[in-house]
């Protein structure tokens, strides 16, 4: 029910829009958020925005990451600029219908996208 698209390779410093598109209204009140995992690691947040507006970020991408929503158009995008190496990972859009409030923690997702793949070089 979430499709991402947007991934790719860039330079580093450079920018990349990931956006993550919902086949259908049950979103628009869930939390949504972008979890990223690099091979061999564990899973990280790295933001996450709620019904509200509200967001949060992971502290490694503040200030460089942002995550845009419309809701009329079922469509959470993340915004990245100022991309490092480290950055590099499959990013995937995942939603919460249960949590109250911006989410970064992984476990607390129920509905996944298939994921999209930055590489930073």
């Known amino acids: 029910q979430l499709v991402e698209s947007g991934g790719g390779s860039v330079q580093a410093g450079g920018s990349l829009r990931l956006s993550c598109a919902a086949r259908?209204?049950?979103?628009?009140?869930?939390?949504m958020g972008w979890i990223r995992q690099v091979s061999g690691q564990e899973r990280e947040g790295v933001a996450s925005?709620?019904?509200?507006?509200?967001?949060s970020y992971a502290d490694s991408v503040k200030g460089r990451f942002t995550i845009p929503r419309d809701n009329a158009e079922n469509v959470i995008v993340l915004q990245m600029g100022s991309l490092k190496p480290e950055d590099t990972g499959t990013y995937y859009c995942?939603?919460?219908?249960?949590?109250?409030?911006?989410?970064?923690?992984?476990?607390?997702?129920?509905?996944w996208g298939q994921g999209t793949q930055v590489t930073v070089s």
């Open positions: 259908t209204g049950t979103f628009r009140s869930a939390c």
């Open positions: 995942a939603a919460d219908l249960v949590t109250d409030g911006p989410v970064l923690n992984d476990t607390e997702y129920y509905y």
């Open positions: 925005i709620d019904a509200d507006g509200e967001t």
